[in-house]
């Protein structure tokens, strides 16, 4: 798996970019299709000045794996809570595509029945 790190009007240090890493990793092992070698994750960190200083940071949380995309954003007033925050967020969606999955191939081993 890949992982790509983009930030705008931010540096990260690299505890910060440790961190990521491994949460990540950790969410890859959720599902083997995830950990797959051509499955990639991409992480949008991204300050913007705002009215709300809750908003001002930004995560977008994208994996693309084999046969779909998971994506997920989060709005907070720290990088590494909005980071928190889209992981929470992709936790769900991926175990919703674990249950996808696991009912395309069901389906797919199912005998056929005829009328």
Do not use: W
């Not at 890949?2 to 950790?26: A, D, F, G, R, T």
């Not at 960190?45 to 995309?69: G, M, N």
């Not at 992981?87 to 797919?108: A, G």
């Amino acid at each position: 798996m890949q992982i790509k790190i983009n930030v705008q009007h931010i540096h990260l240090s690299p505890h910060q970019e440790e961190m990521i890493h491994s949460k990540i990793e950790h969410l890859s092992h959720l599902s083997a299709r995830l950990d797959d070698e051509s499955s990639e994750v991409r992480v949008d960190l991204i300050y913007e000045k705002s009215r709300s200083a809750e908003d001002a940071y930004k995560c977008h949380l994208t994996f693309f794996v084999p046969q779909d995309t998971l994506r997920t954003e989060s709005h907070s007033d720290s990088i590494e809570n909005a980071f928190d925050d889209a992981i929470d967020k992709m936790k769900t969606q991926i175990e919703y595509y674990k249950s996808k999955i696991h009912h395309m191939e069901k389906r797919k081993g199912a005998p056929e029945i005829d009328d």
